[in-house]
């Protein structure tokens, strides 16, 4: 295959075309001029993007790192020569989670389907080889000289060696059987741990639904023992609470007796007080108290006594007739005897006057206090004074009729607010009736009784489920020994694989005299003419591990104890070399390189492009680089 040209957008690639011609291409440019994205994007067009690779702490996949930057879609396209005949191959991207996933190829010039390419096999087709074969050989990107372990680059190595009579590498045929193993066994994991585990849990149920079942019977023994017991208490309760309720009934009966006898008598005290009262309200005394009818009667009796005297004195006109007589001589006396006869005579007259005037007054009152008199007596319906008294008297008893009617209606009242009370509060404890401390000490223990049988219920509840979730004992006894069986077979064959194991380590301990000497021989071929001799032998280990030996030395040395330039030479021979054994030479796919004379002299660069222009004789060799290499005559610069 030869790559012609290429058009891509493609990380800083913003549609930007390459043109490339057979043989040798050297394109020199400086740093962040694309390079690198030259490189990604071929294999891109090949293999596609993965899609699935995800970031992580120092590595950005593809996807992300050739996104381009102008926010454009990936795309691009590459004219190709294959088989004598000139391929367009085109990826474009129509999902933004799968760049470049839409594919075509075309044979260049027409609009004719390459039969047998698709976006998943062009580049394996094209190549020769599937990508991680192809990333670990001819594919050599900045700084990824080195060689990483690979099954299948394994495999074709090992067929070439053993002419090839490898099907499958060493690594991955132990890898296999090491991963049979570790599904067995590996520390705690595997079948055989797992159907341990499953065997212990399984007699742990067996022996759980053993302690389940007996469990089960004592707490259902004991919850029916439990019922009958709590039965009986209730029965207990409940008659003890109804013959505290019949007391308590009657004694409400006897409490609304003693009320409604009680309210009878309030009221016939009422009716006698109220009669009482109205009596002693009427007669003549009527709304004053004893004592004071008394003192009334005493002083109606003291007025009438005044009053009769008053009545019995009368007056006489004797002194004034006494006084008209005195007059009668006087007036006789001056005429007849001396004239001052006379003045006697007027005072005699004035005399008889006054005494009769004293007379007439006295009379009219005496007439008058009879009248009072007889007034008064009337007032008491009286005839003498002791009538008066009398009255007082009866008056003063019925007072005290009314005082006693009172005090026997309050009495009355008293008892019956009493009985009241008493038939209220019968009623609220009839009606509020609480447990004697005797009933009350039952109902806890019936109460804690009860809860008890809830536990219990609960309990057997739960132990039921479990049973029953736990399944048949007779099924998961017949499944044990199964499971055991089972497990003596995966033990069985957990030893087989590890004689399996050590006898294929053997077998690859042969195999890996004939692995490492056929590609160190080639790789220590290019890495002589590279270093001019200075090395002249190369061992390449099963993990692709490097060692050379210096000319003259007896020790192989790592590449790690190597220079930088003297690593990457060495590690670019293995490569080359791996080329040659691996990858096919009918249609020989090209080699590209990136950067890989960065840290090599000028001497060695010189050498490196003299055998990469006599390798491009027979494949297309791309060589992208920041330096004017020493003494290059590229072809397509």
Wanted: aromatic share 6%; hydrophobic share 45%; proline share 3%.
């Amino acid at each position: 295959m030869i790559i012609r040209k290429m058009t891509a957008t493609f990380g800083c690639l913003e549609g930007r075309t390459l043109e490339l011609s057979p043989g040798l291409n050297v394109i020199c440019a400086p740093n962040e001029s694309g390079k690198s994205t030259w490189c990604a994007f071929m294999r891109a067009m090949l293999y596609g993007v993965d899609s699935s690779e995800r970031a992580r702490a120092g590595f950005l996949p593809d996807k992300l790192k050739y996104a381009p930057w102008s926010g454009a879609p990936m795309a691009g396209e590459m004219e190709i020569s294959h088989a004598g005949r000139d391929i367009t191959l085109r990826r474009s991207t129509r999902a933004q989670n799968a760049p470049m996933r839409e594919f075509a190829a075309v044979y260049t010039g027409t609009g004719e389907k390459v039969p047998g390419l698709t976006g998943a096999t062009a580049g394996e087709a094209l190549v020769g080889a599937p990508r991680d074969v192809f990333r670990r050989s001819a594919f050599i990107g900045q700084g990824e000289a080195a060689i990483s372990g690979s099954a299948e680059l394994e495999r074709r190595i090992a067929a070439v060696v053993s002419t090839g009579e490898e099907d499958v590498s060493w690594s991955e045929a132990d890898g296999r059987l090491r991963e049979w193993l570790r599904r067995r066994k590996y520390n705690k994991y595997g079948a055989i741990p797992a159907l341990e585990g499953e065997i212990a849990a399984d007699e742990e149920k067996l022996r759980g639904m053993t302690a389940t079942a007996v469990e089960l019977e004592r707490r259902t023994a004991e919850l029916e023992l439990r019922r009958s017991e709590a039965e009986a208490r209730g029965r207990a309760l409940d008659r003890s609470r109804s013959d505290a309720r019949s007391e308590l009934g009657k004694s409400l009966a006897e409490a609304r007796g003693r009320a409604e006898r009680a309210e009878a008598a309030h009221r016939v005290a009422v009716a006698e007080a109220a009669k009482a009262e109205a009596e002693a309200a009427g007669g003549v005394f009527g709304g004053a108290g004893a004592e004071e009818a008394r003192q009334e009667a005493e002083e109606s009796v003291r007025r009438l006594l005044e009053l009769k005297s008053r009545a019995a004195d009368r007056g006489s006109p004797a002194l004034g007739v006494a006084f008209a007589l005195l007059c009668l001589a006087g007036i006789a006396a001056g005429i007849f005897w001396q004239w001052y006869a006379f003045m006697g005579a007027a005072a005699a007259l004035g005399g008889a006057v006054w005494a009769l005037v004293r007379a007439d007054k006295k009379r009219r009152a005496a007439a008058q206090a009879a009248r009072e008199s007889a007034r008064l007596l009337g007032r008491y319906d009286a005839e003498s004074p002791e009538d008066i008294r009398a009255a007082a008297e009866a008056h003063a008893a019925r007072c005290a009729a009314a005082e006693n009617a009172r005090r026997v209606e309050r009495r009355a009242g008293e008892e019956l607010d009493a009985a009241r009370s008493a038939a209220a509060a019968a009623e609220e404890r009839y009606i509020s009736a609480k447990d004697s401390p005797e009933d009350a000490l039952r109902a806890r223990e019936l109460s804690a009784l009860m809860s008890r049988i809830e536990l219990l219920k609960s309990s057997v509840s739960e132990l039921t489920g479990a049973a029953a979730a736990a399944g048949d004992h007779l099924a998961l006894s017949a499944g044990l020994i199964e499971k055991r069986e089972r497990l003596s077979e995966l033990n069985r064959q957990y030893e087989a694989l590890s004689l399996a194991i050590e006898a294929l380590r053997e077998a690859d301990a042969e195999l890996q005299l004939r692995f490492s000497p056929a590609l160190g021989r080639r790789a220590a071929e290019y890495l002589s003419r590279l270093t001019g001799g200075r090395y002249d032998a190369v061992a390449v280990a099963r993990d692709f591990s490097v060692t050379a030996r210096l000319s003259g030395d007896a020790q192989q040395r790592d590449c790690l104890y190597m220079s930088a330039g003297a690593a990457e030479l060495t590690y670019l021979a293995v490569r080359l070399a791996i080329v040659d054994l691996t990858l096919p030479e009918d249609e020989p796919c090209p080699i590209v390189l990136d950067d890989v004379l960065a840290g090599i002299d000028g001497a060695r660069s010189a050498r490196v492009l003299e055998l990469l222009r006599e390798i491009a004789e027979k494949r297309q060799v791309i060589l992208f680089t920041c330096t004017e290499p020493a003494s290059a005559q590229a072809e397509g610069e």
